[in-house]
């Protein structure tokens, strides 16, 4: 009767943007989402739906503006809400097929130079296929 979980991933992005002149923004984090899981189908099935939602943290690790550092004009840490659906397929007793299709929004003005550009705030959608192992 376990419906519900806990998913920790650790990740490596490259988000980023493009201008209306052209200009492209690239900004890679290292991101530690947590999200709580709810799983449709019982413990123990082959196949069990889910939804899921919580928390992304992130650590800039760099930021680029059409290829010229510009570290000191975006925050250093981020963080965002997510959610997502998805599904895990058992291949083994305790080892999962996870697919997830996800989307994170940022919740904290990344942009340190908002007197100049305003705020902005990280906004992307995610798909992931992993193998997911029970504790």
């Known amino acids: 009767m376990q419906h519900t979980g806990l998913t920790v991933n650790f990740l490596f992005t490259r988000e980023g943007a493009e201008t209306s002149a052209g200009t492209e923004l690239k900004l890679n984090y290292l991101r530690l989402p947590i999200y709580f899981d709810y799983f449709f189908n019982e413990l123990g099935e082959?196949?069990?739906?889910?939804?899921?939602?919580?928390?992304?943290?992130g650590l800039r690790t760099q930021a680029e503006v059409a290829d010229v550092e510009v570290?000191?004009?975006?925050?250093?840490?981020?963080?965002?809400i997510g959610g997502g659906i998805g599904f895990n397929y058992q291949i083994t007793e305790r080892t999962w097929l996870?697919?997830?299709?996800?989307?994170?929004?940022?919740?904290i003005n990344i942009n340190e130079e908002a007197?100049?550009?305003?705020?902005?705030?990280?906004?992307?959608?995610?798909?992931?296929?992993?193998i997911a192992f029970g504790l």
């Open 46 to 57: 082959v196949f069990r739906p889910k939804i899921y939602a919580g928390i992304v943290p």
């Open 71 to 80: 570290d000191d004009n975006f925050s250093t840490f981020d963080l965002g």
């Open 98 to 107: 996870n697919v997830d299709a996800r989307y994170v929004r940022g919740i």
């Open 115 to 130: 007197d100049l550009a305003g705020e902005a705030f990280n906004q992307y959608f995610q798909g992931s296929v992993g």
